[in-house]
């Protein structure tokens, strides 16, 4: 069996961490956040409600919304229940 090289052993999150330190992580992230800060306002909800509905603290949701620490999958789930949103996860294979 042939050796298989560094970068094919990584595993995903390794992958995804590396991007984020490199800095490629803006695209996807700004996108959840500014969705997430767009329903928020289209509701007439707060920062603080927010918070309170999906059980976390208002400075968490500011720094999601501004792009700060990437947020988890569960709490992303709690922020789409609390926003009345479906949350969809799309794979698409790399050309």
């Given amino acids: 069996?042939?050796?298989?090289?560094?970068t094919e052993l990584k595993r995903p999150l390794e992958r995804l961490h590396e991007r984020i330190?490199?800095?490629d992580r803006g695209w996807f992230f700004a996108a959840i956040a500014e969705k997430v800060?767009?329903?928020r306002v289209a509701m007439n909800m707060s920062q603080r409600e927010l918070a309170q509905r999906c059980g976390t603290t208002q400075s968490?949701?500011?720094r999601l919304?501004?792009?700060g620490r990437p947020p988890r999958i569960d709490t992303l789930?709690?922020?789409a229940e609390?926003?009345?949103?479906?949350?969809?996860v799309e794979l698409i294979p790399r050309s």
Avoid: N, T
Wanted: aromatic share 0%; glycine share 8%; with cysteine.
């Fill in 1 to 6: 069996m042939a050796a298989r090289s560094r």
């Fill in 37 to 39: 800060a767009d329903r």
């Fill in 77 to 79: 789930l709690r922020i």
């Fill in 21 to 23: 330190v490199a800095g």
């Fill in 65 to 67: 919304e501004r792009g």
């Fill in 82 to 88: 609390a926003l009345e949103c479906d949350l969809q």
């Fill in 60 to 62: 968490a949701i500011a």
